[in-house]
């Protein structure tokens, strides 16, 4: 009986030892590294500034993916209104400090001065090892997956917006940024599943300062989970939105402020960063942990 029980114990603790050890992403919002900020930066001489108080929690976190709000360049011409962002090259040091693996570039701002300054970013990023979703050189990259291995996990990452012009994101578009249309997402997200474990749809949507998500939103989100992503992941609103369980996924409609300028209200001096946890390659736990930001907009835990 003693033997049969040993032999038991032996048997559970070599399976737990086979057990992939668990996973932890942490994602965060909106990353401006021009205006205010880009100034602070050069008068600090410090491009690792803006990430100084929440570099020890990235950390923690096997992969961490934020979304880019602007070129980084010294090229092309300004394309957009007064709020336009264009960051220093220096500034990658500081993403790359944070470790900061993937960014998305499917927003607003990244047409912001052009061709030249995309593909320049494009470049930057490459060399600094950083990954970008959500665009391109051309339309099939724009929506070729990121796939991580993390710890035996496979991830795949994808990203789109509705906040670009259209005459970037069509099939002869180069560079191209993927657009939020469900009949080219669906199919993305198809070719992504058969080669993972996990998919991670990242969006640019929604209204702005709005601190709910809208109908709209939810009915494409829902879809998305229903056609095989796991995590809808979105920003734009520079204020923190609800995050929800749908079936087996979870829904981030808006994380808010991450590195931004923008401490002029309560709603935006304060965003959320989602810690997720993925154990036997699938969800385990998703956690919304609340950011504040200080007077030269670092992010802090907000405990």
């Known amino acids: 009986m003693k033997i049969t029980s040993l032999l038991l114990a032996l048997s559970l603790f070599s399976m737990i030892q086979r057990l992939p050890p668990p996973v932890t992403l942490i994602f965060t919002g909106d990353i401006m590294l021009s205006r205010k900020i880009g100034a602070i930066m050069v008068e600090k001489n410090d491009w690792a500034y803006p990430f100084l108080q929440i570099n020890d929690e990235l950390k923690k976190a096997d992969l961490v993916v934020a979304n880019l709000e602007s070129p980084i360049s010294t090229k092309g011409i300004k394309m957009g209104s007064i709020y336009s962002f ?5 500034a ?11 960014v998305s570039l499917a927003n607003n ?3 912001d001065y052009g061709r030249e300054a ?10 600094a090892g950083i990954n970008y979703i959500g665009a391109g050189t051309n339309y099939a990259e724009a929506h070729e997956p990121v796939i991580k291995d993390v710890k035996g996990a496979k991830i795949a990452f994808l990203g789109y917006t509705d906040l670009v012009p259209r005459g970037i994101t069509g099939e002869q578009s180069a560079p191209a940024v993927g657009y939020l249309d469900l009949e080219k997402i669906i199919p993305d997200i198809a070719r992504a599943k058969t080669l993972v474990d996990l998919v991670v749809v990242s969006i640019h ?8 998500h809208n109908q709209t939103q939810e009915k494409i989100a829902h879809t998305l989970i229903d056609t095989g992503a796991d995590l809808v992941i979105g920003h734009h609103p520079h204020v923190a939105q609800e995050v929800e369980k749908y079936k087996a996924g979870y829904i981030a409609y808006s994380l808010g402020n991450f590195v931004f300028d923008q401490n002029f209200s309560a709603d935006t001096r304060t965003g959320i960063i989602l810690k997720v946890t993925v154990k036997n390659k699938k ?3 998703v956690e ?3 950011i504040k930001f200080t007077p030269t907009y670092q992010p802090v835990l907000d405990l």
């Open 118 to 127: 995309l593909n320049e970013t494009f470049d930057i990023l490459k060399t």
């Open 283 to 285: 969800l385990d736990q």
């Open 92 to 102: 990658v040091a500081g993403l790359s400090s944070a470790g900061i693996s993937i």
């Open 109 to 111: 701002h990244v047409w």
């Open 86 to 90: 264009r960051a220093d090259p220096r």
């Open 205 to 212: 949507w929604g209204t702005e300062y709005e601190t709910k």
């Open 288 to 290: 919304s942990q609340k």
